[in-house]
């Protein structure tokens, strides 16, 4: 890339930043599944030393009837777990799914239906950007949807493309305005947050992927373990304790809001520095913010789902609703009789509470993304400078 070294430096860091958030976040699924391998491995191991440690004084009868019931209980505990994996395992595989779905419908829903120079100026200034930049130049396809909006994304092969709505074709932005909105989304694609075909080990999807992992390594243990109903109650009592913990967490709202803003993180503010950066001309870039944010939400529909609209250069107006909304009435039509899947075992409330929230926030971004531009005129990079400010 050609930009110098001490904004390649604030890139590199605000993306092991985000590594280190998603791994936080995370820690106590990771946990738990270190909690399994524990739990096999002491009892593939130490199988006879288990037998003698938890051994129950008793007759003959009842310690016949001992063993019995731990044989009943390791099978009825080893049957729940291998429940709740294929339940995890289905869903995860239908989310997984119906993401990849939403993506393709939100590039693939282009037109051609414009002026054969209508789409030039983005052409020419997307290609400006990245020579500005020292990338090759994306790909731009024009998105059928009326309302002016722009999103970058990268296809399932790994390329580059940038996608301009029918809309902002046609709403009278300047070249300096297209040359800072083109730059804006190319940035994107440098920091590495864009649209992209969704894959199952996505943060979104992995609470359900480390539980899968979690319940099959307690399913074997309990099936592994020796037919003494001390231990057994004990390795199923810490599996459920550890279970319990995780299905708290894993509901809660607020749990929900930070895995859906770092699953589709989107830093307008580093890429507004980047984009300035880029054209030289952040003036410009301030002016065609507020003529897209008067536009964007003209249709009152989002492409792609409520949080894929996160990608857009400006966020649509967010309203009350269902967590996917769809493109165009056909799109609707496709996916609308299908059960909509979601990654935290349907606890939809608190989903649909968690996207309106962080849409709301995102929505009040522009005010935000103004100031940093103020700030940049003044010579304040604060995104590229000073971390501690954001």
């Known amino acids: ?12 860091i605000y993306r092991k930043k985000s590594r280190r958030a998603r791994s936080l976040l995370m820690f106590p699924f990771i946990l738990a599944v270190f909690l399994g391998v524990a739990l096999l491995l002491v009892t593939l191991l130490a199988r006879e030393r288990i037998s003698e440690v ?6 003959g009868e009842a310690e016949y009837w001992l063993t019995q019931t731990a044989v009943f209980i390791k099978f009825i505990a080893a049957l729940s ?50 020579l500005g930049a020292g990338v090759a130049v994306p ?35 300047s070249v300096a305005e297209a040359n800072a909105i083109m730059a804006h989304e ?35 243990s309990v099936l592994a373990a020796p037919a003494n109903i001390t231990y057994v109650l004990c390795e199923v009592a810490c599996a459920l304790a550890a279970l319990a913990v995780l299905m ?37 870039l301030r002016s065609a913010i507020v003529k897209v944010e008067a536009l964007a939400g003209r249709t009152g529909r989002v492409p792609g789902g409520t949080i894929l609209s996160r990608y857009l250069f400006v966020t649509p107006p967010s309203r009350p609703g269902d967590y996917y909304r769809f493109t165009t009435r056909v799109a609707g039509e496709i996916l ?35 100031i940093n531009i103020d700030l940049i005129e003044q010579g304040r990079w604060r995104a590229l400078e000073d971390w501690s400010r954001d």
Request: charged letters at 20%; hydrophobic letters at 45%; a negative charge.
């Open 1 to 12: 890339m050609g930009f110098e070294p001490k904004v390649l430096e604030s890139i590199t």
């Open 54 to 59: 938890f051994e129950v004084s008793s007759n």
């Open 81 to 130: 777990a291998l429940a709740l994996v294929a339940g995890l395992g289905y869903n995860l595989y239908a989310t997984s799914r119906y993401a990849r779905a939403r993506f393709a419908l939100f590039v693939e829903q282009q037109t051609s239906d414009y002026g054969p120079t209508a789409a030039d100026k983005f052409i020419e200034a997307l290609g400006g950007a990245a």
């Open 139 to 173: 790909g731009l396809v024009i998105l059928d949807d009326p309302a002016a909006n722009a999103v970058a994304f990268e296809s399932e092969e790994g390329v580059w493309g940038v996608g301009a709505t029918a809309g902002l074709l046609e709403a009278g932005v």
């Open 186 to 220: 190319l940035s994107h694609l440098l920091i590495g947050e864009n649209v992209r075909a969704p894959r199952a080990t996505d943060l979104e999807f992995q609470p359900s992927l480390l539980l899968v992992i979690f319940g099959t390594l307690c399913a074997s």
């Open 248 to 284: 708290l967490f894993y509901r809660s709202e607020t749990f929900i809001v930070k895995l859906l803003n770092l699953a589709h993180q989107h830093d307008d503010i580093l890429a507004d520095s980047l984009a300035a950066k880029i054209t030289r001309d952040p003036a410009a």
């Open 336 to 370: 609308g009789g299908r059960k909509q899947p979601r990654t935290w075992l349907l606890f939809s409330r608190p989903a649909n509470r968690a996207t309106r929230k962080l849409l709301e926030v995102e929505s009040r971004m522009t005010a935000e993304r103004l």
